[in-house]
């Protein structure tokens, strides 16, 4: 018999690591400074809401490359981080440029002037109490190991990335504890998408290739990848056994359009499809669905039982995602039996608003994210995007009233709070996408703006690089301040 009722809750961790996230590509500038090397980021033109980016090959002058110079923070990081410091920032997630320490990607040695400004990025970080959050590789490959290697479908990559790793880990080893490896790894699994193959495992497809040949070169690419990672785990936690070394992907949960036997068989169908990568990084080995689904499309990708081995041994310490809005799929579109390019699964789900991208708005789908991924890794959790991309409207007086960018984010830290406080999840931090105006990876844009400091530059380049405070910047200093309860 019960005899009363008794209301569990967890409180927010006290050491919960609030903060923000970018990516060196997409802030740093500097593109060719110091000995950098291209990569795969700086020959992507400047797109629209409309106009995907162009990837050219090489620099082509006369073309807007907006990651050249970004916002420059590879000259201003030190006011930067110190507004950061001003909200209360725990945490701070940026990469390393990849071509800052191997500019051609394929060196033996790598370039002091590239990691000397990492050791000053992160000593700044620690003299503000700021952990630095550090991924590898953010869509930020090479363009060398692309033209001459295939990119990730070459097996020679492992061999660069985890030369990469090890060099990073070496250095950084009192310096950053909380590593990721490869960002969004499970991007690629749109692999009609031109832009996030190239991003993502530096694959330039040639014209006139089949959807089975795309389909077959993703799955060797992620395993060759997923090997480079594993790899990479091993030794890091050889360098410094306290590192935390995490996967990253991009987390959506899948909803099926109707509650139709086929609508959610195609959902489970679409997140077996999309999601595995994690699988393989949490519990070294793949799971069956992927193994058959190959096997029965007779792409024989080039997985060794060494390479099995290594998945097993080099298990990741925690799953950090990012999380922008939920997918929705339906029967009406494809078969589940069908179901190849996932993004033709895809449909408008009719609850939701949608930002000026077109991206979904809702915020009880991180609550879900939180739990699915719990449920299913038992592992600590890591939010390390969550955001709006949005228009901003500077007034006379240089301040910025983005009330949609503070309610986006309420909503979404009060669903992310009950994950933790009803619900249980074991959750590290949370860290905004974007927490200064940067270059969208999508699109190329300024103008689609995630931050709490506003960065006075536009699509066409102008402006003046000034930095000024946002209303949300007040809003989230509260926030951190409150450890998360003062949401108001
Ligand atoms: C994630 C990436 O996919 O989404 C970031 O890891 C990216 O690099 C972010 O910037 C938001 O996307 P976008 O296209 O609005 O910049």
């Given at each position: 018999?019960?005899?009363?009722?008794?209301?569990?809750?967890?409180?927010?961790?006290?050491?919960?690591?609030w903060g923000g996230a970018v990516a060196a590509h997409q802030l740093e500038g500097a593109w060719n400074e110091d000995g950098k090397g291209m990569s795969v980021a700086d020959v992507m033109t400047v797109g629209s809401a409309t106009k995907p980016r162009e990837i050219t090959d090489g620099v082509i002058p006369g073309k807007n490359y907006p990651n050249h110079s970004a916002i420059?923070?590879?000259?201003?990081?030190?006011?930067?981080?110190?507004?950061?410091?001003?909200?209360?920032?725990?945490?701070?997630?940026?990469?390393?440029?990849?071509?800052?320490?191997?500019?051609?990607?394929?060196?033996?040695?790598?370039?002091e002037a590239g990691l000397k400004f990492y050791d000053d990025l992160f000593d700044t970080c620690h003299q503000y109490g700021i952990e630095p959050v550090i991924t590898l590789s953010h869509f930020e490959i090479p363009f060398h190991l692309i033209k001459e290697y295939g990119g990730f479908t070459n097996r020679k990559m492992i061999d660069f990335f985890v030369r990469f790793a090890t060099v990073c880990f070496k250095r950084y080893?009192?310096?950053?504890?909380?590593?990721?490896?490869?960002?969004?790894?499970?991007?690629?699994?749109?692999?009609?998408?031109?832009?996030?193959?190239?991003?993502?495992?530096?694959?330039?497809?040639?014209?006139?290739?089949?959807?089975?040949?795309?389909?077959?070169?993703?799955?060797?690419?992620?395993?060759?990848?997923?090997?480079a990672s594993a790899l990479a785990v091993k030794v890091g936690h050889k360098i410094n056994p306290n590192f935390k070394i995490g996967c990253m992907i991009n987390y959506s949960p899948v909803r099926p359009l109707t509650p139709s036997s086929d609508d959610v068989l195609l959902a489970d169908k679409f997140e077996q499809r999309r999601d595995w990568f994690s699988d393989v990084h949490v519990f070294g080995e793949y799971p069956n669905a992927v193994e058959v689904y190959i096997e029965r499309n007779g792409y024989r990708p080039d997985?060794?039982?060494?390479?099995?081995?290594?998945?097993?041994?080099?298990?990741?310490?925690?799953?950090?995602?990012?999380?922008?809005?939920?997918?929705?799929?339906?029967?009406?579109?494809?078969?589940?039996?069908?179901?190849?390019?996932l993004a033709q699964a895809i449909a408008k789900n009719p609850t939701l608003k949608r930002s000026d991208w077109g991206w979904e708005i809702d915020p009880e789908g991180l609550r879900i994210a939180l739990n699915q991924l719990q449920d299913r890794y038992h592992k600590p959790l890591f939010i390390v995007e969550n955001g709006l991309g949005a228009?901003?409207?500077?007034?006379?007086?240089?301040?910025?009233?983005?009330?949609?960018?503070?309610?986006?984010?309420?909503?979404?830290?009060?669903?992310?709070?009950?994950?933790?406080?009803?619900?249980?999840?074991?959750?590290?931090g949370y860290l905004t996408w974007g927490c200064i105006d940067l270059v969208s990876a999508g699109t190329g844009q300024m103008d689609k703006r995630y931050g709490f400091i506003y960065v006075d530059k536009n699509d066409a380049g102008e402006g003046t690089l000034g930095r000024s405070r946002k209303d949300s910047f007040f809003w989230y200093k509260k926030v951190i301040q409150s450890n998360g309860k003062d949401l108001n």
């Open positions: 018999m019960w005899g009363f009722i008794h209301m569990y809750s967890a409180k927010m961790p006290k050491n919960f690591l420059d923070f590879y000259h201003h990081y030190k006011e930067d981080i110190k507004l950061m410091a001003e909200m209360g920032f725990k945490a701070l997630r940026t990469s390393i440029a990849w071509t800052r320490i191997f500019p051609k990607g394929d060196e033996k040695e790598p370039n080893k009192n310096k950053v504890k909380y590593w990721m490896t490869f960002n969004e790894i499970n991007n690629q699994t749109s692999f009609n998408n031109d832009f996030l193959m190239a991003t993502n495992s530096g694959i330039l497809f040639k014209d006139g290739m089949t959807d089975e040949e795309k389909e077959a070169a993703m799955y060797q690419a992620g395993h060759y990848e997923l090997v997985i060794t039982d060494e390479d099995r081995i290594v998945l097993k041994e080099g298990t990741v310490d925690y799953v950090a995602f990012s999380y922008y809005q939920t997918t929705t799929v339906s029967s009406e579109k494809v078969k589940p039996d069908d179901l190849t390019d228009y901003d409207k500077v007034e006379a007086d240089g301040s910025v009233h983005d009330d949609y960018r503070i309610d986006y984010l309420r909503n979404h830290i009060s669903e992310m709070e009950k994950a933790v406080e009803l619900d249980g999840v074991d959750l590290m």
